[in-house]
């Protein structure tokens, strides 16, 4: 007999009570021995030897899927053979995405067949009547057994499979329970070679655990062509992202709110804008994959009451809010040593970006001062140590995005090419020091 990790996958020929790998405790199940397995058991895709400049070459056809957002995040739609999965925490939405996906192929034509370890097809046809799904033409399977899906697709010979979820499928060929790092990573390994040799396009849901992680170890994102995440923001609002696609790009999202009817595609879901003049508060433009943002960077400076000042963050880089708190004190005068600050970016989105800087030294200084910044004024620029306002390279782009969504004036960057645009209002700075001409 063998003890394995169900976090990790580690295994010995002794029991152990903490992991030496993942440091878990309590983690150990106990599975079959060490004995070699047949040549047949580990499903492999089957290849020749070719030369590189004799392979026949393809243009992929691609296939949407009829939801305009997800064939954007998947490069254009989805591809014969293609494997993609959905990573997310319990209850963040993925079986409605499946199923609202699934519904939205099978109105196009295409075999879809669901596959759920989770659901008997009860609930799942209970599900999808609450979406309100106009079509019924879908294949369903309640079984966490990979084999019989596998007979199942060999059968039927559908376009599109969904696997609801990975951790509630089991390969009887390997030992260990459902949702150990073994099984997912068997199970996963089938589905991809069954997704290669049969040419369908397969999708798989995934749990994300409390480290982050999909089922311990990421084991299957290797494997698949492009990875997904699905996280829960504010309220109802969803992120959905890739965070790795062999047949497009990486860094794409789009944002979904989550209401009876299923996921409802949102635009502006990151932008709350008051009519008045708002304390503390600065509008910025981010980009998120090929898409421009607005976001509302939010400020709150108050005495503290403890030895160390408090520096809290919300959706932004805590390190870059010490370094900029220094510049705006050095630069603007402002007493921030002794404060607890605490920002925030409204609309629950995580900047990585630089050019926030502006805004996020502009929120502080509203704040600190306690006076109001207009709703209709959006700042772009990087800022750097010397306290320099640093231009950047696709701000053309983004004063026609703030010219867009109704802003009148935009502060940037002194540097760098003039631009002017009808109908906005455009200021240049250099420094930061020159925001206290910009808001008083």
């Not at 070459?57 to 254009?76: A, K, Q, Y």
């Not at 790092?181 to 655990?209: D, M, N, P, Y």
């Not at 595609?265 to 607005?294: H, W, Y």
Request: aromatic share 6%; hydrophobic share 40%; net charge neutral.
């Amino acid at each position: 007999m063998a003890f394995e990790c169900v976090e990790c996958g580690y295994s010995s020929a002794k029991w152990f009570g903490r992991c030496p790998r993942c440091d878990k405790w309590d983690s150990i199940v106990e599975v079959g021995g060490y004995e070699e397995r047949a040549p047949g058991s580990v499903a492999t895709i089957k290849g020749k030897v070719e030369n590189l400049a004799e392979v026949e070459t393809r243009t992929s056809e691609r296939h949407r899927s009829g939801m305009e957002s997800m064939d954007r995040i998947l490069g254009g739609g989805v591809v014969e053979g293609e494997v993609i999965l959905l990573g997310g925490p319990p209850g963040v939405g993925k079986s409605t995405l499946f199923l609202q996906l699934a519904d939205r192929f099978s109105s196009s034509g295409k075999k879809v067949l669901f596959a759920s370890g989770e659901e008997t097809a009860s609930q799942i046809r209970v599900h999808a009547d609450r979406l309100r799904l106009g079509n019924k033409n879908i294949m369903l399977i309640s079984s966490g057994a990979v084999s019989q899906v596998e007979s199942a697709v060999r059968e039927n010979r559908p376009d599109v499979i969904f696997i609801d979820s990975i951790q509630a499928m089991i390969d009887s060929e390997n030992s260990g329970m459902p949702g150990s790092v073994k099984q997912v990573r068997h199970c996963g390994q089938k589905l991809t070679v069954l997704a290669k040799s049969e040419g369908c396009v397969v999708f798989i849901s995934g749990q994300i655990t409390k480290q982050g992680d999909i089922a311990g170890p990421k084991v299957l994102e290797h494997m698949v062509d492009a990875v997904l995440y699905m996280d829960a923001m504010d309220g109802n609002l969803r992120l959905l992202s890739a965070a790795k696609n062999r047949f497009g790009s990486c860094g794409e999202f789009s944002m979904y709110l989550l209401t009876e009817q299923g996921l409802v595609q949102t635009q502006n879901a990151a932008e709350l804008r008051a009519a008045e003049k708002v304390v503390g508060q600065a509008s910025g433009c981010v980009r998120m994959g090929s898409r421009l943002v607005s976001v509302q960077l939010q400020s709150l400076i108050s005495g503290s009451y403890f030895e160390y000042p408090l520096r809290r963050t919300s959706g932004y880089s805590r390190e870059r809010l010490l370094m900029l708190s220094a510049i705006a004190e050095k630069y603007l005068g402002l007493k921030l040593g002794s404060k607890d600050i605490y920002l925030n970016v409204s609309g629950g989105i995580r900047v990585e970006e630089r050019a926030a800087d502006l805004g996020v030294i502009c929120s502080l200084y509203s704040s600190v001062k306690d006076s109001g910044i207009g709703s209709d004024a959006m700042f772009l620029g990087e800022v750097g140590l010397n306290g320099e306002v640093r231009p950047l390279e696709d701000i053309g782009q983004r004063v026609n995005f703030a010219k867009s969504n109704n802003y009148k004036s935009v502060i940037l960057s002194g540097y760098g090419s003039g631009i002017t645009l009808a109908g906005m209002n455009v200021k240049r700075i250099k420094s930061v020091g020159e925001v206290k001409d910009i808001l008083g």
